[in-house]
């Protein structure tokens, strides 16, 4: 079974750069027709997609935070990663890891919560 | 990319049906069979229900089904279980640029 885990500080000082890694588990990021993306959830809103992976490093971004997103992969690790610079108030959220076919998204990590504060 | 567009709440007394809507443009759910519905209990990740419009994922069950007309898709839930009660996103693919945008959520109750 496919289990995904993000993992990264909790809290992030307001113009700093977020750094999330997801640790991909059971299954192999490499060689596979999946991408590897991440979405978060601000607490009480809905879900945002931030950004897409492939496994030989090509890079898929929502064009509203793609000036401040670097998604990258490292597949000796099975692990992909997340940073988001500049990061306000407004970038709190629960950070999700997922398995995007790209159309959709079918395991998920557990989400790990992120808050920006000094 | 803007949201799609889903009622902020649904309500449905348990063995009844509801359905939720998920509007899109010409852009997004009209130009693609690429919609899917997420459930997301509270605290929890959000889970594929739907995918490409109407299939749904092993282990899910046949009281979720999905359609779509023009640009707005829908989520149909029959037999209403308390355990049902949860929120729900839509998503759709975009492009093969920017992937997938979602809808707001709908917050569903079982009365």
């Known amino acids: 079974q496919l289990q995904l885990q993000e993992s990264g500080p909790g809290l992030v000082k307001p113009s700093e750069t977020l750094s999330l890694t997801c640790t991909v588990s059971?299954?192999?990021?490499?060689?596979?027709?999946?991408?590897w993306g991440w979405i978060r959830q601000p607490p009480g809103k809905g879900l945002e997609w931030i950004a897409n992976v492939y496994h030989i490093g090509t890079t898929y971004y929502n064009p509203s935070l793609k000036s401040r997103v670097t998604i990258s992969v490292d597949t000796s690790k099975n692990q992909f990663s997340l940073k988001l610079s500049s990061v306000t108030a407004a970038d709190t959220a629960v950070y999700y890891c997922?398995?995007?076919?790209?159309?959709?998204?079918?395991?998920w990590g557990q989400g790990t919560l992120v808050t920006v504060s000094s | 990319q803007s949201a799609l567009t889903q009622p902020a709440s649904v309500s449905g007394s348990p063995g009844q049906s509801i359905t939720i809507s998920c509007s899109g443009t010409s852009s997004d759910v009209g130009d693609y069979n690429y919609v899917s519905w997420y459930q997301q209990h509270p605290g929890k990740a959000p889970k594929l229900m739907i995918y490409?419009?109407?299939n749904r994922p092993s282990g899910i069950s046949n009281r979720f089904s999905g359609s779509k007309s023009g640009n707005t898709a829908s989520l149909t839930i029959s037999g209403l279980q308390a355990e049902d009660e949860a929120d729900y996103y839509c998503s759709s693919y975009i492009s093969s640029i920017t992937h997938v945008v979602f809808g707001g959520g709908t917050k569903l109750t079982v009365l």
């Open positions: 490409d419009v109407s």
């Open positions: 997922a398995r995007s076919w790209p159309r959709s998204l079918d395991y």
């Open positions: 059971g299954g192999s990021i490499s060689g596979s027709s999946f991408y």
